[in-house]
């Protein structure tokens, strides 16, 4: 499988990785507009000959690729992704979708008018301990759900894009784990409210902690609290997770997954085994879905319900009051 890759410094470094791992993609070319980004990750990865085009219509123009991986900064999702769809080639696109809910579907309009396949990266999906918590939420025998607890806190110091961004913990971040409760709940928030905060401490310009109910179509409950400048004891990426469930809870903490039956010891549940995991899984995805017409997950019309989320609870935040879904 042929690919081109936009954007290769910061994330997009997990893509070149995970490409040059594979058995089944390589790259024809790659784009990048920062010239000492592109110099320096040539060397890096031994890639010197692999052509570098400043866009990514320049690369269309003078290479033929089965896909584009999309790593540019959110706010340059829209233009890439259209550009790569409007030429028929399939986009795989890190998350979010687009920066905006009409700049997203404006994507997912592209993507239906021509037919060419998008996905995005949520690949904390496909991470065994969440894989694991999926598996024991559907075999551990604890009932029907009722309410979850998710908690998030980690102090990252990005620099860049992140620390200038409003609201960078939902917008950038937060996005994983409303996926993930798509995932695990397997139906949609019909509404939600939400408060975000930034403590006199946070090296972020935006309201980089927040505390969010979202109530689901099937009746469950779900509360996340979050921060992104926490200055201790922090969570895993994948964040701590609670299930109330009508026979026990399900939880998984610090990326151990555990059952407990009403009256019962908990029960540390066995690890998932899984072939590949996060970029390497998505990849493999991508190239059976490009090549041999299997139906993707992760696709631009299922992920603009999760990306709603995250517009959903920023007009929470600003209006202070309850948001009914959005139907997008």
Same mark, same amino acid.
């Given at each position: ?19 040059? *791992? ?99 990266? *949520? ?11 999926? *598996? ?94 926490? *200055? ?97």
């Amino acid at each position: 499988m042929k690919l081109i890759q936009v954007g290769i410094g910061g994330m997009g470094n997990a893509w070149l990785r995970a490409v040059l *791992q594979s058995p089944v993609a390589k790259f024809v070319a790659l784009v990048e507009v920062n010239e000492g980004i592109a110099a320096e990750q040539l060397q890096k990865y031994n890639l010197n000959g692999i052509p570098v085009f400043p866009s990514l219509d320049e690369a269309l123009r003078s290479v033929r690729a089965d896909g584009v991986i999309n790593v540019t900064p959110p706010q340059f999702h829209k233009a890439v992704s259209i550009t790569a769809l409007e030429a028929g080639v399939p986009v795989l696109s890190e998350k979010p979708l687009a920066d905006t809910r009409q700049a997203a579907l404006d994507i997912v309009a592209a993507a239906d008018r021509t037919g060419v396949l998008h996905m995005v990266t *949520q690949n904390y999906r496909y991470k065994p301990p969440i894989q694991t918590l999926k *598996q024991a939420l559907r075999d551990g025998g604890m009932g029907e759900i009722g309410a979850v607890h998710v908690e998030f806190f980690k102090g990252p110091h990005f620099g860049g894009f992140r620390e200038e961004m409003p609201y960078p913990l939902i917008i950038d971040m937060s996005i994983h784990h409303f996926d993930l409760m798509r995932f695990f709940l397997e139906s949609d928030p019909v509404q939600l409210y939400g408060r975000s905060w930034n403590p006199p401490w946070s090296w972020f310009k935006g309201d980089a902690s927040a505390a969010v109910v979202l109530d689901f179509a099937n009746g469950v409950t779900v509360s996340y609290d979050g921060s992104w400048c926490s *200055q201790g004891r922090e969570t895993t990426w994948n964040a701590n997770w609670r299930f109330e469930c009508a026979h026990g809870v399900v939880a998984m903490v610090d990326d151990r997954v555990y059952t407990q039956g009403t009256g019962q010891e908990p029960t540390l549940v066995e690890p998932v085994v899984m072939e590949r995991t996060d970029q390497a899984y998505l990849l493999h995805e991508f190239y059976e879905a490009v090549t041999q017409g299997k139906p993707a997950v992760t696709t631009c019309q299922d992920n603009i319900k999760s990306l709603g989320i995250v517009f959903d609870v920023v007009e929470s935040f600003e209006r202070g009051a309850v948001v009914r879904s959005a139907a997008i």
